[in-house]
């Protein structure tokens, strides 16, 4: 199995540019999880899907933020417009079961630099 | 809602010595635990969990760590430290609807 896999690895864009990050999660996992890592305020949860359905967006900062899972091996976070404070590691993350008691497995994440 | 604690940013520990992450949780319910360690330019991957039964649990790369109801812990252990072992550690709870990461405990071996 590959793996999480997100695209790009690196992203620099200028304050105001729309920004999509993408995500192939692992096959047969149902759930899939939108992280965010800052130095300042580590790992927080953006939102997450079971079956492709949102089910807890509570995390999402601001409208400038969304995410999509058009089907069960795809999901995009889309910032627009992105300004200086969303520069942050961007991870994905899926899994197979619910409660919790299974791993995460991570994607490499999507450094977002916007200057 | 559940949350961890983890104390000390960075901790250093020489090679062959012991390594000790402390972890302190909250939760409501009876809490899943886990330790999940990140390399650099990576994504986390779980180095053990605890759900339910033994308390004493193992993980890869001989890590363990023991969850203690009495004092809200789950400390990460291992005996002797080696040089790959150089990363950063978050523990995390889940109240089987969320999970909470803490800050992470980014360790540094020295030779």
């Known amino acids: 199995d590959a793996g999480v896999i997100q695209s790009p690895r690196h992203e620099v864009t200028e304050m105001g540019q729309e920004v999509t990050l993408r995500c192939k999660p692992i096959?047969?996992?149902?759930?899939l999880f939108w992280y965010r890592q800052t130095m300042m305020r580590g790992l927080e949860l953006l939102i997450y899907?079971?079956?492709?359905?949102?089910?807890?967006d509570s995390g999402m900062p601001e409208d400038r933020f969304s995410a999509k899972m058009p089907n069960a091996s795809f999901s995009t976070l889309k910032i627009q417009p992105s300004e200086p404070r969303d520069s942050a590691v961007y991870f994905c993350?899926?899994?197979?079961?619910?409660?919790?008691?299974?791993?995460?497995?991570f994607g490499n994440g999507t450094r977002l630099t916007v200057t | 809602a559940q949350s961890v604690t983890q104390l000390g940013s960075h901790v250093s520990v020489s090679e062959g010595a012991l390594v000790l992450l402390r972890c302190n949780y909250s939760?409501?319910?009876?809490?899943?635990l886990f330790w999940y360690v990140q390399y650099p330019n990576q994504g986390l991957q779980l180095l053990l969990k605890?759900?339910?039964?033994?308390?004493l649990v193992k993980g890869i790369n001989g890590f363990e760590a023991e969850f203690k109801k009495s004092e809200t812990s789950f400390h990460l252990t291992k005996p002797s430290a080696h040089m790959s072992d150089a990363a950063e550690y978050f523990c995390?709870?889940?109240?089987?609807?969320?999970?909470?990461f803490g800050k992470g405990n980014q360790v540094v071996v020295i030779p």
């Open positions: 899907f079971n079956n492709n359905v949102p089910i807890d």
């Open positions: 096959s047969g996992h149902d759930y």
């Open positions: 939760s409501s319910v009876p809490p899943y």
């Open positions: 993350a899926s899994s197979f079961s619910d409660s919790f008691n299974s791993p995460l497995h």
């Open positions: 605890y759900t339910t039964g033994a308390t």
């Open positions: 995390a709870v889940s109240d089987r609807r969320r999970l909470a």
